[in-house]
């Protein structure tokens, strides 16, 4: 009864596309008779489905559950599309002759040996991703599913999705095809408006179209061999019929192996979130939100359009800071690192791509000293993150757990583990950017203050990198600041770095010991401390050895002015760009160590004159006033609080050196003469060894005890008078906070969203994003003075910015490598700025084209356009609405820019803009024109009058609208013509007060062949014909806060006649607000 012909024992392959396909081979053979499990039923049963999808159809029609009903425990290799938005009512009835049902237990199954064998040899790859790719291929060609429970009969059966009756209709028609006699068969006719299949099971198809139905029903009775499966109840895995060992390894590896979870990081709260929801899909992008130290809320994007998060505070406060990592197709985040408070949240987080490429260090700037638990490493070793979960409240997120896919093969990781020892508070830093290729990374050589009572100081490490065949050498900057002699520690090819020994005091590492497979190296710092720690390399999971791979960390010290913490408005003083070094200065200290004062912020409570200041700053009517009141504020009462000091006595002198490099390596403690008593510089140069050290002196200072003494008595008697002295001084700043640390975290954040996120604005992406980008908000607030472009035709190859005080960003990579190309300067006279972009998209993803408005009224050439125009995508207008360029961030490769965003700045005061949206209709071809440049006064114009012909295939041509402006008195501006003039022409005049608040037409993806404009007291006569195949309609927007906006000018293409439009409106003219 099990024939071949009717595959009962075959196994069926699920094709994405087309649904159930019966393999060629049978997957198992039956370990006992057939007798009882095969019944005949002999009866005729129709049935209706309704569906869901095109897909559902496919399964429904050769008598198959729909796909989610089907049990898979590799499913999730294959995650389903969410539930689709019903546009179309799928429906299919089937008229079946049932003749046997068999049922077939799994347990008289045996699988065929050569499935077993194809099953073992994919579960024996040396990787998950291998066995998971194999086990797939012998899914393809023995089938994934096997058929225990199913009905072989014939039938005939119509799949297709209903007409608006959404149910099948009885109407008959004439019958002349096969697909109208199964039609009229099942009272299906004119139920469809789009057919999948007709289809006719079992039986002769010829005599059913040739002799009709009666004879079709006699040729199913007469010929058992033509019967087929029709009907399948229930259907199991075809892994059901292996072995339990085999069985169980599959499903393992399936869901056990390839989804592995972390541990988490931070504390756990009652709402949360799973990361694992939505199976293995790609992710595409991470969006973060966070604040200074802390971390808000996540999201994650996935291929598909599936995206999980925001979860609480992302939902609710939208204009919060926030930052989109991107992963181009075939980059996947392999690692992640996470520093969390003590007090349980997630203060920052670190993403690292496979390509290699890090993300910035989110919620945490590397200028600003924090206090937090060590940080943790969430390793994929080897694996992908496929999400984040975690927990959350209303303020920000409190814990995260990384997911981690095995399935996707990528270039080998090394697996890594961590151990920390220090202090909780110092600014942060990260070695892995500067490993040129972690997997081939070691480290070559590590610099660092040695000898004497001090802590490890200066610390500098150097990694070698493998990169094809070459050599790649990255020195990180030092760290600490502290000076003192510098020891240097070089390791020999083949040395690699197999345990630290030290001490610390739990706030700094005050000696540090590298031992290496060779030998124990001298140690950095100081002679001994208070706390030892000791490390041994650990090993891997299967027993290989590990070397240090980084190091990341933290540093202490009142650092430089460069280097000092970022403060909230320290964006309103950009600082310069590192100066040529001309001349070298140094400082050398005595410092008499007396008391450490460690104060936490949290420990701290304003008074209350300084809180009543910053509210009343807080209050100012604008952004601007509010700036320059907070700017009096911190002149008054400070920008910073020290809080983490030591307290005692120091001698210190500075200045500029002579021809040595350095200052002498150690200290002489010389005793003064008495010929140089009375000159204070002499003495503390004595004492310190740095007699005619200077060629410029800044200062030499005595802080504590008596200066009087020192200066009359000597070293020895001032000694006495550190020890005897009431009052002590600060001689060492290790940590210092911002002032607005200590205010309530209301008025904190009112000031951090004040100067990051009030002052500088970003409009949307323009293009596609790539690995390579640029920001151009990376310098601060400064005044553009001229924009270079490099172009060819319809493609802008690269960008440069100059800012006053000789800052430049760009060119990224075309204008470095062919400056001679051809390219043009936007210059910008002092109190100029560039208030709106004008952006064109070519069709294949790069920059085609880009215009530029001034403060001034002018407008830029369109860079990157030819003379007779060309294809791209709508017009994109990047507005400032009121605020003014500050930079041009965006994705580049090596022969064009491919993304363009606009990042603004609201802290110039600029003459008031009218704030606009874009409407967009018509075809990607043509010659570009933009009107603003008609415009004599854009606060104050208005469209007056419109013309335009109609060609005798009813398209719009010869198009030519007049704008008036308020300058001084009415000046008017007309257009030229935007195509040829043929046929009649037909002209629009507005009245006084009359404005444009909507536009109807059509057109057919090439020529506009009606446009007709609707005012606020009429509706005009139409341009052109109703030909056009496409319909479109606009109604002016409101502005945010409700106000009413008019038609202000277009900008749009044309070929003879026009081809598209771009509407712009905008609040109404000004002089019209009462403005």
């Not at 988490?264 to 966070?290: M, Q």
């Not at 060609?951 to 001084?968: H, I, K, L, P, Q």
């Not at 806060?1041 to 900008?1051: A, Q, T």
Request: charged residues 20%; glycine residues 8%.
């Amino acid at each position: 009864m099990f024939s071949h012909d009717h595959s009962v024992l075959n196994g069926v392959f699920f094709d994405p596309a087309t649904g159930p396909v019966t393999t060629n081979r049978p997957a198992a053979t039956l370990t006992t008779s057939d007798t009882g499990r095969v019944r005949a039923i002999h009866s005729s049963v129709t049935e209706d489905i309704i569906l869901d999808s095109e897909l559902d159809a496919h399964y429904s029609q050769l008598g198959w559950p729909c796909p989610s009903k089907l049990p898979r425990p590799w499913d999730i290799i294959t995650p389903r599309n969410q539930r689709p938005i019903r546009s179309e009512t799928w429906g299919s009835r089937r008229l079946m002759i049932q003749e046997l049902a068999i049922t077939i237990s799994p347990q008289d199954l045996c699988p065929e040996e050569s499935l077993v064998e194809a099953f073992e040899a994919a579960l024996r790859q040396r990787t998950n991703a291998l066995r998971i790719r194999s086990l797939r291929e012998v899914f393809a060609t023995c089938g994934e599913i096997t058929l225990p429970d199913s009905g072989v009969a014939l039938g005939e059966s119509n799949n297709s999705y209903l007409n608006n009756n959404s149910t099948s209709s009885n109407s008959r028609s004439q019958p002349y095809r096969l697909t109208d006699i199964v039609d009229e068969c099942l009272g299906a006719a004119s139920s469809f408006t789009r057919k999948l299949e007709s289809r006719v099971q079992g039986g002769s198809p010829q005599r059913l179209l040739m002799e009709g139905y009666e004879a079709w029903l006699k040729s199913i009775i007469d010929n058992p061999a033509s019967w087929r499966i029709i009907k399948i109840i229930h259907a199991v895995p075809i892994i059901v019929i292996l072995s339990p060992q085999l069985r169980d390894e599959i499903e393992l590896l399936f869901t056990n192996s390839i989804i592995l979870r972390s541990p988490s990081v931070g504390a756990p709260h009652t709402f949360s979130f799973d990361g694992n929801s939505n199976i293995l899909r790609n992710i595409e992008r991470v969006t973060v939100w966070f604040s200074a130290s802390r971390i808000r809320d996540i999201a994650v994007a996935y291929t598909g359009g599936i995206v999980a998060g925001p979860y609480s505070y992302g939902l609710s406060d939208h204009e919060s800071q926030s930052d989109v990592f991107m992963l181009a197709p075939g980059e996947y985040i392999t690692d992640m690192f996470v520093w969390s408070h003590s007090d349980g949240w997630i203060m920052g987080v670190q993403f690292v791509k496979n390509c290699p490429g890090l993300s910035p260090i989110y919620g945490i700037r590397t200028k600003d000293s924090i206090t937090s638990r060590p940080p943790v490493l969430l390793s994929g070793n080897g694996n992908v993150l496929l999400a984040l979960a975690g927990a959350y409240t209303s303020d920000g997120l409190g814990q995260l757990q990384a997911v981690w896919r095995s399935d996707v093969v990528i270039r080998r990781q090394r697996h890594t583990q961590t151990s920390c020892v220090g202090g909780a508070t110092g600014y942060v830093f990260n070695d892995l950017q500067y490993l040129a290729d972690p997997a081939t990374a070691r480290i070559a050589q590590i610099t660092a203050r040695s000898g004497g009572i001090h802590g490890v100081a200066k610390f500098q490490t150097t990694y070698i990198s493998v990169s094809g065949e070459a050599l790649i050498r990255s020195e990180t900057p030092p760290r600490g600041f502290d000076d003192g002699h510098l020891s240097t520690m070089t390791l020999e090819d083949g040395e690699y770095i197999i345990g630290v020994r030290g001490y610390h005091n739990n706030h700094g590492i005050q000696r540090i010991q590298f031992i290496t497979n060779i030998k124990t190296h001298p140690a950095f710092g100081a002679d001994t401390g208070e706390i030892a720690f000791g490390f041994d390399a650990p090993k891997t999971r299967d027993g290989r050895d590990m070397a240090l791979h980084y190091m990341a960390g933290k540093r202490l010290g009142w650092p430089p002015l460069n280097r000092l913490p970022e403060r909230p408005w320290g964006i309103l003083t950009p600082r310069e760009s590192r100066q040529l070094k001309t001349e070298i200065w140094a400082s050398r200290r005595l410092m008499i160590q007396r008391w450490t004062i460690n104060v936490s912020p949290q420990d701290l409570s304003p008074v209350e004159p300084l809180v009543e200041a910053v509210k009343d700053a807080l209050s100012q009517r604008s952004i601007a006033l509010r700036i320059r009141a907070l700017q009096r504020v911190f002149t008054i009462w400070g920008e910073m609080i020290p809080v983490n000091v030591v307290v005692g006595a120091s001698l210190a002198t500075t200045g500029t050196l002579n021809d040595a490099s350095t200052l002498p390596d150690s200290i002489a403690f010389t005793k003064a003469s008495k010929e140089n008593r009375g000159n204070l510089s002499d003495m503390i140069d004595q004492h310190l060894g740095t007699t005619r050290c200077f060629l410029r002196r800044l200062e030499t200072r005595i802080q504590g005890g008596s200066s009087d003494v020192f200066l009359n008595q000597g070293y020895e008697a001032w000694l006495p008078s550190v020890a005897e002295a009431t009052a002590l001084r600060v001689v060492k700043v290790n940590h210092a906070v911002p002032i607005t640390e200590f205010l309530d975290s209301q008025l904190r954040d009112r000031i951090e969203k004040l100067f990051i996120n009030s002052i500088i604005l970003r409009s949307p992406g323009v293009g596609e994003p790539f690995s390579l980008g640029f920001d151009g908000a990376a310098s601060g607030l400064r005044n553009i003075e001229r924009i270079v472009l490099w172009f060819s035709d319809a493609r802008i190859r690269d960008v440069s910015v100059a800012y006053a005080g000789g800052v430049v960003t760009g060119p990224y990579s075309f204008g470095l490598s062919n400056p001679l190309s051809q390219s043009d300067v936007v210059v910008l006279a002092s109190g100029e700025y560039i208030t709106d972009i004008f952006v064109w998209q070519h069709n294949d993803g790069w920059i085609a084209g880009i215009q530029f408005v001034k403060s001034s009224l002018e407008c830029s050439p369109i860079y990157g356009m030819p003379k007779d125009g060309f294809t791209s995508r709508p017009p994109i207008l990047l507005s400032g609405d009121g605020n003014a360029l500050l930079g041009i961030s965006g994705a580049y490769t090596s022969d064009s820019l491919n993304q363009i965003k606009a990042v603004w700045r609201s802290d110039v005061i600029l003459r008031r803009q009218r704030h606009t949206r874009t409407s967009f209709t018509g075809g990607p071809h043509g010659t570009i024109f933009n009107d603003l440049q008609y415009l004599a006064d854009p606060t104050t114009a208005r469209i007056v009058q419109i013309s335009a012909c109609h060609a005798g295939d009813g398209t719009v041509c010869n198009f030519r609208v007049t704008y008036e402006s308020m300058s001084g008195g009415p000046v008017r501006s007309e257009t030229p013509s935007r195509g040829s003039c043929t046929g009649p022409r037909v002209t629009m005049t507005l009245e006084e007060g009359e404005y444009i608040t909507g536009v109807r037409g059509s057109h057919n993806d090439g020529w506009i062949f009606r446009l007709q404009f609707v005012t606020n007291k009429r509706t005009h006569p139409a341009f052109g014909t109703a030909t056009g195949q496409v319909p479109f309609s606009f109604d002016a927007p409101k502005t945010s806060d409700g106000r009413d906006m008019v038609l202000h000018y277009m900008i749009g293409k044309y070929r003879g006649c026009l081809d598209s439009l771009l509407f712009v409106w905008a609040e109404m003219p000004l002089q019209m607000t009462g403005s």
